[in-house]
């Protein structure tokens, strides 16, 4: 009697449970985060209207109807019309390249730079990593905003070189986060593996340490990206970018700001398509960094 007490009913194991299809499992992830379905369809009216703005606004951006000066939001100017009578949401529709351009050169050369300081300074390690941190230290003591506006007076006015200056102000960070995955990455057993067999090490870093570290640098690239555009959109707003009437965002912004007071919109609307983007593109960096493993 003990040992049937012990042993219990003889019971046929249960059966294992069938992993879930990829589909299904996307599905399901996006059910419970409508917020991130909104922020992806920001973000692909976004990049549409960036490729072709023809599609979403056909009109001129620069024609001007003095017949319809500051016309509020409605059926025929879903954004009003400005003080010259200019559609504004055709105004940022074209703008939308613009704005992206620089934003994209921002984003690339900040990766690019910081990403193979902080490969170099990870694997190489020694004085070389001593004397490019110290480097990228002396990147952080300073504002990032100053070092644009530094930078900007030294390579002159223009959209590409509020991009150029807006990606150097953010090297460090795509620097510190690509120097911590080096290092982690350079400890583990495979990569040991391959220097106890004579691997050479530009083999060994290309093969092995790059792919492997750059995971959290080009997330850390995707949230950039809605900074970036913060950025852009500032120094465009201060009158860095490029000259008028050429309809960057910020510009717009720039534009409206002496008509608060009896054209809201003209500063509302492209002030919240600025917000619209940068939050659309901050809640997919968040699904992206570690969101989707953890949703098993």
């Not at 019971?11 to 985060?33: H, I, K, N, Q, S």
């Not at 003095?66 to 529709?93: C, I, K, Q």
């Not at 870093?205 to 500032?234: C, K, M």
């Amino acid at each position: 009697m003990t040992e049937l007490l012990e042993r219990g009913p003889d019971r046929a194991p249960l059966p294992a449970r069938p992993a879930e299809p990829g589909r299904g499992r996307l599905l399901r992830f996006l059910r419970r985060r409508p917020g991130l379905v909104i922020s992806v369809l920001v973000i692909v009216v976004v990049l549409v209207s960036a490729v072709f703005p023809q599609l979403f606004a056909p009109g001129d951006p620069n024609l001007a109807v003095t017949a319809e000066r500051s016309l509020p939001p409605g059926p025929g100017h879903w954004f009003g019309t400005d003080y010259l009578g200019r559609d504004v949401w055709t105004r940022v529709v074209h703008g939308t390249a613009l704005s992206l351009q620089a934003t994209l050169i921002a984003v690339a050369v900040a990766l690019v730079v910081g990403g193979l300081i902080g490969l170099l300074a990870g694997f190489v390690g020694r004085w070389v990593d001593e004397g490019l941190m110290r480097l990228v230290d002396v990147l952080l003591a300073i504002p990032p905003i100053l070092l644009a506006l530094a930078l900007i007076a030294a390579l002159g006015f223009g959209t590409t070189n509020v991009a150029i200056a807006v990606g150097v102000a953010s090297v460090a960070q795509f620097a510190r986060v690509m120097r911590a995955e080096t290092l982690r990455v350079r400890g583990t057993v495979y990569v040991e593996a391959a220097r106890a067999v004579g691997t050479r090490w530009w083999v060994t870093l290309g093969r092995h340490v790059l792919p492997n570290a750059a995971g959290p640098v080009l997330v850390l690239a995707v949230l950039e990206f809605g900074l970036a555009i913060l950025a852009v959109s500032s120094l465009s707003f201060l009158g860095y970018g490029a000259p008028p009437p050429a309809p960057e965002w910020g510009s717009l912004v720039a534009e409206g700001r002496n008509y608060l007071a009896t054209a809201w919109w003209m500063c509302a609307m492209p002030g919240l398509t600025i917000a619209a983007t940068v939050l659309a593109v901050n809640r997919v960096s968040k699904a992206l960094d570690g969101e989707w493993g953890r949703d098993r």
